[in-house]
């Protein structure tokens, strides 16, 4: 059993970063796969970026690619997503994920575990 707590969203202006965290409790989290997902309003939850749970490899949407990145410290069970030139068609809740893997999967059924969402608003 994995908990997850999401934090570090806010409102940013166009062009501006946030930097968001997930902090996991309970047993094994670097055998885990990390995701972050995002949910704008009346959409589906779409994948954002991963990363394997060795920390080793990393995965992005090409919508994010470039601008966003993902990281992870097994030592402290902390998973970040760090976002860089913000645009307002980032703007959604923002969920990381667990899931049961090394290797992670882009899609939500994939992931077994997760945060409670933290709201992302660029503004133009």
């Known amino acids: 059993q994995v908990q997850l707590v999401d934090a570090g969203g806010g409102l940013v202006q166009a062009g501006g970063s946030l930097r968001l965290a997930c902090a996991a409790s309970?047993?094994?989290?670097?055998?885990?796969?990390m995701g972050w997902f995002r949910q704008a309003p009346g959409m589906e939850r779409e994948f954002v970026a991963a990363i394997a749970a060795s920390g080793g490899s990393t995965y992005y949407a090409d919508s994010v690619k470039g601008r966003f990145t993902i990281s992870r410290d097994n030592a402290r069970n902390i998973a970040v997503l760090q976002m860089n030139n913000l645009k307002p068609e980032d703007t959604a809740v923002y969920y990381c994920a667990a899931e049961d893997s090394h290797i992670p999967s882009g899609r939500v059924e994939a992931y077994d575990y997760w945060g409670q969402g933290t709201q992302v608003t660029v503004s133009s």
């Open positions: 309970g047993r094994a989290f670097s055998s885990y796969a």
